[in-house]
């Protein structure tokens, strides 16, 4: 697996990560650092993280609990779901953290980039070489090195929103959409 991951990284676009990515990347850490690591060892935290990993879900917590992570902007009146998996978590308790940012400057107040948050939970990691380890795997799973690019893309986070997805909340399932309909892309407001 780790041989797949390095060839996945040295076969990745050597112009590094787009903007969308660098954006999710930034929600997904903000979470794993503000809402994650607090409750859990570093371990289970870094363990927790599994949407790099391919899961439909960004976290899945040891207590069964799930968390889906998205980062859209500051106004933004929509969030965009990709699949009909990722909100669906079966009978686990899923919640979706919205994480509301706005484009700035590197060095503007609250600013922050994905190498600066890499470093803060690389600090916060230091004690257990295996969550370490296990942290930089997963930036490995979803492409992100060392890039001139990614240090110029910098979000101001505004505002966490964390919403229950229950049977009441507006989603799209496998088992909700029509037979023959394998799969969806859809915005919710």
């Known amino acids: ?62 207590s069964g609990r799930r968390i889906e992570v998205k980062t859209i902007g500051r106004d933004a009146r929509t969030v965009r779901v990709n699949g009909l998996a990722q909100l669906d978590a079966g009978t686990d308790p899923l919640v979706l953290i919205v994480v509301r940012a706005e484009t700035t400057g590197i060095t503007a107040p609250g600013a922050v980039t994905v190498p600066l948050l890499a470093s803060r939970l690389r600090a916060s990691l230091a004690q257990d070489p295996d969550a370490s380890a296990a942290f930089d795997d997963a930036l490995a799973c979803v492409g992100w090195h060392e890039h001139p690019s990614h240090d110029g893309f910098a979000l101001r986070p505004i505002a966490f929103e964390v919403l229950d997805v229950d049977v009441h909340f507006p989603r799209l399932t496998r088992a909700s959409v029509p037979g023959g309909v394998e799969d969806a892309d859809y915005s919710i407001v």
């Open 1 to 62: 697996g780790r041989i797949d991951r390095w060839r996945n990284l040295l076969e990745r676009d050597a112009a590094g990560l787009g903007e969308s990515a660098l954006r999710g990347l930034i929600g997904e850490m903000q979470v794993l650092e503000a809402e994650v690591l607090p409750a859990l060892t570093p371990r289970e935290a870094v363990t927790a993280w599994t949407g790099p990993h391919g899961s439909p879900q960004d976290f899945l917590l040891p």
